[in-house]
């Protein structure tokens, strides 16, 4: 199953994917004289994979942090963060509470790059990440937050920059992914077609302040794109470096009654950068 995914994750990475982050036109044919050398042309830029772990041979040494029960609420549940064989899973329980009483949070961030090094996502920088997710049923959209990806400044009280979230819209379920500080919906599709399956995601940011910043965001199930959605001239910067998020961070503030003992499982993480 993990092979799978990752054959769809690992085609090539390039075409009208790079055009949606800034990939530098190809240059355009010589029309000069016949007997003229043509200029060299510059190197066109490329993806490059900074980033591979497995969680069979990491574990969660694959990241920065780990924020397990920071606040110590349920240690009968520990670990709620673990691999398990080729995915990291997620735990979360209903009786879970993170340092702020009203939420829930059981996260990883960062990309590790060996015991004292980790890649800083910094301004003017293009990066992409990819994986599989695997939403189970119990892991629903709520009325208020529930977040199972965020980019965010590292430091305590930062905005989030971007978020991947399950919500409720007028009692529906979705997976939407929003840039807060941009205020920008990049886009919004059905949950329910998602659960109990693996989704493969891509996503693309391009880390610029004020309108310099770009993102695009696809998902796919199986051999079918379920969305795949762009925006360019949005902020994706606060200040010091980008740091992504993964995990389940929730609010215990919703209405529908669909909080309840879940899950998330990842598999195939993936880094690139555009260089």
């Known amino acids: 199953m993990n092979a799978s995914r990752r054959g769809v994750l690992g085609a090539a990475l390039g075409g009208a994917a790079g ?7 190809a240059p355009s044919a010589h029309v000069g004289p ?3 050398t043509p200029a060299a042309a ?3 830029a490329s993806w490059q994979q900074k980033w591979a772990p497995t969680a069979s041979g990491d574990g969660l040494g694959a990241f920065e942090t780990v924020e397990d029960d920071r606040a110590d609420s349920h240690p009968a549940g520990h670990p709620h963060i673990y691999a398990a064989g080729n995915n990291w899973r997620f735990n979360m329980h209903t009786v879970d509470r993170d340092t702020s009483t009203d939420r829930q949070r059981q996260e990883v961030t960062g990309l590790r790059t060996g015991s004292s090094g980790y890649l800083k ?3 003017g920088q293009t990066w992409r990440i990819t994986y599989s997710m695997y939403i189970p049923s119990s892991l629903k959209a709520t009325t208020t937050f529930t977040h199972i990806m965020q980019m965010k ?3 305590n009280g930062t905005s989030p920059i971007v978020v991947q979230s399950l919500r409720r819209v007028n009692g529906v379920q979705t997976i939407e992914l929003n840039l807060p500080i941009a205020g920008v919906l990049v886009g919004r599709t059905g949950l329910d077609p998602l659960h109990d399956r693996w989704t493969d995601v891509d996503f693309q940011i391009k880390v610029g302040n004020g309108m310099a910043g770009s993102v695009r965001w696809i998902l796919k199930s199986g051999s079918t794109t379920v969305i795949d959605e762009s925006r360019t001239g949005v902020d994706t ?8 998020k993964w995990g389940i961070y929730r609010s215990l503030g919703d209405t529908s009654g669909s909080l309840q003992d879940t899950y998330l499982l990842l598999t195939d993480l993936r880094g690139y950068q555009l260089v």
């Open 153 to 155: 400044q590292p430091g």
């Open 237 to 244: 910067f606060l200040a010091d470096r980008v740091r992504p």
């Open 121 to 123: 996502w910094t301004q």
């Open 19 to 25: 055009a949606a982050v800034g990939l530098p036109a």
């Open 34 to 36: 016949a007997h003229a």
């Open 42 to 44: 510059a190197p066109a």
